[in-house]
C-alpha cells in the first residue's frame, strides 16, 4: 500500500500563485509514477501533470503550460506542483496520485485508471 497527502491548498486571489506538495509514504518501491488531478466543482476529474517513476520526464497538461510546472524529489518520495497566474478557473479539489509503474515508461501516465493510489485532496479556491 501507498499512502500519499497532499498540502499546500488554500484561498489565493486571482494572479497568485501556490504550490502543493504530495508526500508518499508505504510501500513506494522505487518506480513511482506520481501525477496530479483536479476536479472541479460539478465536473469530472480531469489530468493536470505528472512525473514519470525516475524523475526524467514530465508532462503537464496543454492547457496549462506555461502556468502549471510539476517536479519530484525522489529522494523524499514527494511530487510538487507549481501554479502561477491562477484563474477562477483553477479552483477545483486537488488530488495527488501515484501509479506503481512496473513496465518502468518513460513517458507520465494520464489516464485516472492508471493510478492505483490517491491522496484525499487539497482544496484550491481562487477569488476573483
Known amino acids: 500500500q501507498v499512502q500519499l497527502v497532499e498540502s499546500g491548498g488554500g484561498l489565493v486571489q486571482a494572479g497568485g500563485s501556490l504550490r502543493l506538495s504530495c508526500a508518499a509514504s508505504?510501500?513506494?518501491?522505487?518506480?513511482?509514477?506520481l501525477g496530479w488531478f483536479r476536479q472541479p466543482p460539478g465536473k469530472d476529474r480531469e489530468f493536470v501533470a505528472g512525473?514519470?517513476?525516475?524523475?526524467?520526464?514530465?508532462y503537464v497538461r496543454e492547457a496549462l503550460k506555461g502556468r502549471f510546472g510539476v517536479s519530484r524529489d525522489n529522494a523524499n518520495n514527494t511530487v510538487y506542483l507549481q501554479m502561477n497566474s491562477l484563474t477562477v478557473e483553477d479552483t477545483a479539489i486537488y488530488y495527488c496520485?501515484?501509479?506503481?509503474?512496473?513496465?518502468?515508461?518513460?513517458?507520465?501516465?494520464?489516464?485516472?485508471?492508471?493510478?492505483?493510489?490517491w491522496g484525499q485532496g487539497t482544496q484550491v479556491t481562487v477569488s476573483s
Open positions: 496520485a501515484a501509479d506503481p509503474d512496473f513496465m518502468l515508461r518513460f513517458g507520465v501516465p494520464t489516464g485516472r485508471g492508471e493510478y492505483d493510489y
Open positions: 508505504g510501500n513506494t518501491g522505487s518506480t513511482l509514477a
Open positions: 512525473v514519470n517513476w525516475n524523475g526524467e520526464s514530465t
